[in-house]
Every structure is written in C-alpha cells, then in structure tokens.
C-alpha cells in the first residue's frame, strides 16, 4: 500500500515531563473541525491535505523515528473517516461539490493504526474545544465530552488509549459562546430520552464549535449547521397539527404522536387551553416505537361553544420540555344542555300558550251561539 504522509496539525516537539521521557516525541494530531452538523464539508481542505502531496503526505515518508506519544482528537479522525465512501464540500461561491469514493481516506487511517501500534496515544477532548471555558460554563458535559471522546478514539484505533487531560486554551468566538448553552440543554434534554448514536454525535459536535482556532467565519457556518440540526432532531418527537370542529358536548379528539428516532421513546404530555370553553382530561404516559406513530385519544368535555385551542407540550418523563408546545385550533359547534333546556322551555311555554288561546277561542264561541 502507497505511504500516505501523516499530518501533524498543530506542532511537533520533544520535552520532558513526569509522563514523558526527555527522549520521546510529542506528536498533536487535531484541528479545526471543516465538517458541517449535516455531513457537508466547509471547504476540501481535509481531502487535500490527505492526498498525495498535501499536508498529511510531507512526513510518512521519513515518520519519526524513536518513542513517540501521539494526542489524537477523535473528531479528526471520524471527519477524515467520512471521507471515504464520498463526501460533499462547498466551493469558493458557497455551491455544492459531490466527489465520489475517496479510498484514500480509509489507506490513511490505516496507516496511522500501523504507524502508532507500539506507541502510546492519548486522547484530546472531542473537537478540540476550549477546556478553560468549558470547565467554567459547563463542566459536568466537559467529563462528558471526555469520557465519550475515549472511547470515539479507542473505537477508531482499535486499541486502548489514555484519557483526555486539560487541553484547549483560549476562548471560542463570540457566535459560538452565545449558542452553546442553548444547544447544549435542548440536546442533553433530548440524550435523557433517546441514546442512540446520532443523539450522542450531536451531542459530541456541539464540542467542535468552541474550538478556540476557528475562524470567525468558520465558526459561524459550524455553529449555525448545529443549531439548525437541534432544532431538527427536537421535531423528531412531535405531535401532528391539525384544526377540529367539535359539535358535541362530550368528545373525545384524536391526536397522532409521531417518533421518528431509532429508538422506542416514552412521553407525557402536558395539555392545557386556552380559555374555559372546554375542559381537557390529562392523558397517562404513552410509548412510541421506533421510526412509527400512535393514536390517542383526549377525553373534552365543552362547556360552550366558540373557538379555543389546546397547549400540548411533550415532556420527559423526569418533566423536562421537549422543543416548543404545539396548538391545536379547535371550533366548537355545540349547544350546551342550559341552552337546550332554556329552548325547550319556551317551546313548551309558547305551545301552552296556543293551547290556552285556542280553549279561549273555542269558549267565545260557545258562548255567542
């Protein structure tokens, strides 16, 4: 197999610490992620730097010789990894580049396993984001990112690796900062009730956006792809919209949970109206197979007719919102059982009366003959 260079972002060193002798190589493996939350690549520099003489081709030919420690962000690895079956970049003018089958992705990666089968690999937090301002904003998703970032990498090596320690410094841009926290409780909301794997790479990704290297202009189209991928993955558990017109007292309306993850989810729903014209039951916790619909019924009970509309926010089981509540118009065309009574009491009045007017009329006459 062709020796394909082994790109070393970053910088390449030798120093002495408590863990590493004086005479081993220090080699960082990362940078700023390229890849968008929907698959597409910012630009073809990954692609680039990987084929023959590119970035990545400059020191296999000549690999470090000696003890070596390679800290690898797995982030990297997975984005050169998608490379392989095809990929889709953005040119210069912002429009679409499909390029097929890339082998030459899958022949660097494993060249790298073959390169670093005696050496010792240590993991970087998962996009390389900055540890200050994680550790200082949200610290329990930090060991988060950590703990899945081991094993992202320890997956892709094929091997065991050293856990991620402090790395990242400096601060992330500004449109970065002021969508993370956002992002980060809408989709820790969403990995609470579904766990599979697209939930935890969208999870992971948000990591990728506080890389303090980004461009501004990189970290803006990243940061907006994720925040348009959260929203997304929340209407992935919605219920359907529709209008109703309700003509009796008593209904009971039909509503379509739908679940479009991978994974059989379990929901309450929270239902309130909007005025006092009907009175809704609340409904017990329903369960939604994977990638399927169900049906339910809320019992109504109107009290006048008019227009309203229901509140439906889809909740966890432990109460937490998932995305925005969904209303349901409802025209309700009933008569009420006072106003029925009230109606047929006059009916009954007003027949009383001809009755009274006809027995007069007969006595009137009676009396003239």
């Known amino acids: 197999m062709k020796k394909i260079a082994l790109f070393i972002s970053g910088f390449l060193i030798a120093f002495a610490s408590p863990s590493i002798s004086s005479a081993e190589t220090l080699i960082n ?30 020191l296999l030919s000549k690999p470090v010789r000696g003890a070596r420690t390679w800290v690898i962000d797995p982030a ?34 494993t060249l790298l396993r073959f390169l670093t089968r005696n050496d010792r690999i240590v993991a970087t937090t998962y996009g390389s984001p900055s540890y200050s301002y994680l550790s200082r904003i949200a610290p329990g998703e930090l060991a988060i990112y950590n703990q899945l970032s081991l094993m992202r990498l320890q997956e892709l090596m094929g091997r065991d690796v050293i856990a991620p320690d402090s790395n990242g410094a400096g601060e992330p841009a500004a449109v970065a900062r002021n ?74 309306l039909p509503l379509t949970v739908i679940n479009d993850f991978d994974q059989q ?19 017990p916790r329903i369960t939604i197979d ?19 509309s229901l509140r439906i926010q889809i909740r966890t089981p432990k109460g937490s919102a998932i995305g925005e509540a969904e209303r349901i118009p409802l025209r309700l065309a009933v008569i009420s059982p006072v106003t029925t009574w009230f109606t047929t009491g006059m009916a009954i009045i007003l027949l009383l009366a001809a009755i009274i007017q006809s027995v007069r009329r007969v006595k009137r006459r009676k009396n003239h003959e």
């Open 29 to 58: 493996l990362n940078k700023p992620s390229t890849q968008l939350a929907d698959g597409r690549f910012i630009n073809n520099d990954l692609a680039l730097s990987i084929s023959p003489g590119g970035d990545l081709d400059a």
């Open 265 to 283: 989810v379990s929901v309450d729903l929270d239902i309130t109206t909007t005025n006092s014209r009907v009175l809704v039951d609340q409904i």
């Open 290 to 308: 994977p990638r399927s619909q169900l049906q339910i019924k809320v019992p109504l009970n109107v009290i006048a007719s008019g227009d309203t």
């Open 179 to 252: 969508s993370y926290n956002p992002m980060r409780k809408t989709i820790r909301v969403l990995n609470s009730l579904v766990t599979t794997n697209d939930v935890e790479t969208l999870r992971l990704g948000l990591a990728k956006t506080l890389n303090p290297s980004l461009s501004r202009a990189n970290a803006t189209l990243l940061t907006r792809s994720y925040q348009s991928e959260v929203k997304r993955f929340e209407k992935r558990i919605r219920v359907s919209s529709g209008n109703y017109t309700i003509t009796a007292s008593r209904y009971e």
């Open 76 to 109: 990297l690895l997975e984005e050169i990894a998608s490379l392989g079956d095809g990929y889709t970049y953005l040119d210069s003018d912002g429009e679409e580049v499909i390029v097929g089958d890339f082998a030459i992705a899958n022949e660097w990666l």
